[in-house]
């Protein structure tokens, strides 16, 4: 075992900034952004269109696609400041804000930034032990039948997934992980489209189309509201990727500049994305009407062929579990920077361990990245056991991130980067655009809020 203390040096294999040189692409950029969007999201999308019917549902998928490619367009500008081509780097969000709106406003968006990469790591625990369950549950329908009692608890699989996140999280930082996002992406198309192929082959097999304009009914005209206000927050958490679009960006190498290839990535992902939300969506709605399940592949609206609900169930895990670092890796990063700035004479801090084992590459271990990001995946387990609630947590998570993170944060940063003069054309427009994304966050948080406290008391 080796010691290691690595000292900065500048050459060619570094970058204006002083590090190491970026190698990402637009196919690793794409790749990165499909693992970050189409994640437990898509699963409740028909969940979410029933609640809305034939008309809202689709619209509103459509309508969060369009919002999702303007805020990545607004943001993929503020990499650099002050010039989007050849300013200064900011490496991740909060620096971009920092940058261009202060300190003030720093605090509260980092406050909220990683509170919402912190839950969805949390959703990520929830959904993938619903699938761990889902597998078990289809074996067992399918040898006792499907009015067998097949009662599985959550509990033992969200361990299980957190002991894999303790050994994942030891990868170092995003420049590390261009493989796991390859796969990840590869996993969310494989399960993507056995939703889709399910769904379509039930609306064969039913001769007709389930669902109705005004969507699932419900006894009370509040309940209905409550609903179709969460079914709206789920659909805010299956797009936006605001929150980590930076730490992307800030893999890819240049020329060509940056913003450029940022903003092809994030209109070729959202096309695609969209394509597979409308798809799954629509079809899951189509093939279960007013019966859709909450989660499309663990609800138990497909049975059979049991062999194809495994593998979809597989594919969510595998996808989630690079989901899942996609999304801690950002909190990772910030509070190592910080603690290392803190205590920057800390040899359980600062200090690399170099290990070799037989077979095995070579790696580096952190002590103090060793416990803390074991202490991190325990307590996201810990919080997805205490609150096991899909459909709710995707919605309060939804409407957390949707207005402050992907609209009202990137919308003012634009302002400034662009020097966008008071109540000219385009500051009006980006200003009426962010107050009606506000209202939907409001509907949508105060929708979920009810259904968790709802779940919690009965």
Same mark, same amino acid.
């Given at each position: 075992?080796?010691?290691?203390?690595?000292?900065?040096?500048?050459?060619?294999?570094?970058?204006?900034?002083?590090?190491?040189?970026? /190698?990402?692409?637009?196919?690793?950029?794409? &790749?990165?952004?499909?693992?970050?969007?189409?994640?437990?999201?898509?699963?409740?999308?028909?969940?979410?269109?029933?609640?809305?019917?034939?008309?809202?549902?689709?619209? &509103?998928?459509? %309508?969060?696609?369009?919002?999702?490619?303007?805020?990545?367009?607004?943001?993929?500008? %503020?990499?650099?400041?002050?010039?989007?081509?050849?300013?200064?780097?900011?490496?991740?969000?909060?620096?971009?804000?920092?940058?261009?709106?202060?300190?003030?406003?720093?605090?509260?968006?980092?406050?909220?930034?990683?509170?919402?990469?912190?839950?969805?790591?949390?959703?990520?625990?929830? @959904? /993938?032990?619903?699938?761990?369950?889902?597998?078990?549950?289809?074996?067992?329908?399918?040898?006792?039948?499907?009015?067998?009692?097949?009662?599985?608890?959550?509990?033992?699989?969200?361990?299980?997934?957190?002991?894999?996140?303790?050994?994942?999280?030891?990868?170092?930082?995003?420049?590390?992980?261009?493989?796991?996002?390859?796969?990840?992406?590869?996993?969310?198309? @494989?399960?993507?489209?056995?939703?889709?192929?399910?769904?379509? &082959?039930?609306?064969?097999?039913?001769?007709?189309?389930?669902?109705?304009?005004?969507?699932?009914?419900a006894a009370k005209d509040a309940?209905?509201?409550?609903?179709?206000?969460?079914?709206?927050?789920?659909?805010? #958490?299956?797009?936006?990727?605001?929150?980590?679009?930076?730490?992307?960006?800030?893999?890819?190498?240049?020329?060509?500049?940056?913003?450029?290839?940022?903003?092809?990535?994030?209109?070729?992902?959202?096309?695609?994305?969209?394509?597979?939300?409308?798809?799954?969506?629509?079809?899951g709605y189509a093939a279960f009407?007013?019966?859709?399940?909450?989660?499309?592949? /663990?609800? #138990?609206?497909?049975?059979?062929?049991?062999?194809?609900?495994?593998?979809?169930?597989?594919?969510?895990?595998?996808?989630?579990?690079?989901?899942?670092?996609?999304?801690?890796?950002? +909190?990772?990063?910030?509070?190592?920077?910080?603690?290392?700035?803190?205590?920057?004479?800390?040899?359980?801090?600062?200090?690399?361990?170099?290990?070799?084992?037989?077979?095995?590459?070579? #790696?580096?271990?952190?002590?103090?990245?060793?416990?803390?990001?074991?202490?991190?995946? =325990?307590?996201?387990?810990?919080?997805?056991?205490?609150?096991?609630?899909?459909?709710?947590?995707?919605?309060?998570?939804?409407?957390? /991130?949707?207005?402050?993170?992907?609209?009202?944060?990137?919308?003012?940063?634009?302002?400034?980067?662009?020097? =966008?003069?008071?109540?000219?054309?385009?500051?009006? +427009?980006?200003?009426?655009?962010?107050?009606?994304? #506000?209202?939907? @966050?409001?509907?949508?948080?105060?929708?979920?809020?009810?259904?968790?406290?709802?779940?919690?008391l009965s």
């Amino acid at each position: 075992m080796e010691v290691k203390n690595s000292p900065l040096s500048i050459d060619s294999s570094y970058d204006d900034d002083g590090r190491v040189k970026r /190698t990402g692409t637009l196919r690793t950029s794409i &790749a990165h952004i499909i693992t970050a969007v189409i994640g437990s999201g898509v699963l409740s999308l028909a969940w979410s269109t029933s609640q809305l019917g034939w008309i809202a549902g689709p619209v &509103a998928l459509l %309508c969060f696609a369009i919002v999702t490619y303007i805020s990545s367009f607004l943001l993929s500008d %503020c990499y650099r400041s002050p010039d989007p081509v050849t300013g200064i780097r900011n490496h991740n969000y909060i620096d971009a804000v920092r940058v261009n709106l202060g300190n003030k406003q720093t605090f509260f968006c980092g406050l909220l930034r990683y509170l919402s990469l912190y839950g969805t790591c949390v959703a990520y625990v929830i @959904t /993938t032990a619903n699938s761990m369950r889902a597998i078990q549950k289809s074996n067992c329908y399918h040898k006792e039948g499907h009015n067998a009692p097949c009662s599985y608890g959550d509990t033992l699989y969200m361990i299980l997934f957190g002991i894999v996140q303790i050994v994942m999280s030891q990868i170092p930082d995003f420049h590390n992980m261009e493989w796991l996002s390859v796969i990840a992406a590869i996993m969310s198309f @494989t399960y993507s489209f056995i939703g889709l192929g399910l769904g379509l &082959a039930k609306v064969i097999e039913n001769g007709r189309i389930m669902g109705s304009i005004s969507g699932v009914p419900a006894a009370k005209d509040a309940n209905k509201l409550w609903l179709a206000f969460e079914a709206v927050a789920d659909i805010a #958490f299956a797009y936006p990727y605001a929150i980590i679009l930076l730490e992307i960006q800030d893999t890819l190498k240049s020329p060509p500049p940056e913003n450029q290839t940022m903003k092809k990535a994030s209109m070729i992902a959202i096309f695609i994305t969209t394509f597979f939300y409308l798809c799954c969506g629509c079809f899951g709605y189509a093939a279960f009407g007013n019966d859709t399940p909450g989660n499309l592949l /663990t609800g #138990f609206g497909f049975y059979e062929p049991y062999w194809l609900i495994d593998l979809a169930n597989a594919c969510i895990i595998l996808h989630l579990v690079g989901g899942y670092q996609i999304f801690s890796q950002p +909190v990772f990063a910030a509070a190592e920077r910080w603690v290392s700035k803190k205590l920057p004479n800390s040899g359980f801090i600062n200090k690399s361990y170099n290990f070799k084992m037989p077979l095995l590459p070579g #790696f580096q271990l952190s002590l103090f990245r060793l416990c803390f990001r074991t202490a991190y995946v =325990i307590s996201t387990t810990g919080l997805a056991i205490l609150f096991p609630y899909f459909n709710q947590v995707l919605g309060v998570l939804g409407a957390l /991130t949707f207005w402050p993170l992907a609209i009202y944060f990137p919308v003012e940063m634009y302002f400034v980067q662009k020097k =966008i003069e008071a109540w000219s054309r385009k500051w009006i +427009v980006l200003r009426t655009f962010s107050f009606v994304c #506000f209202l939907v @966050t409001v509907a949508g948080l105060i929708g979920s809020l009810e259904s968790i406290i709802t779940e919690k008391l009965s």
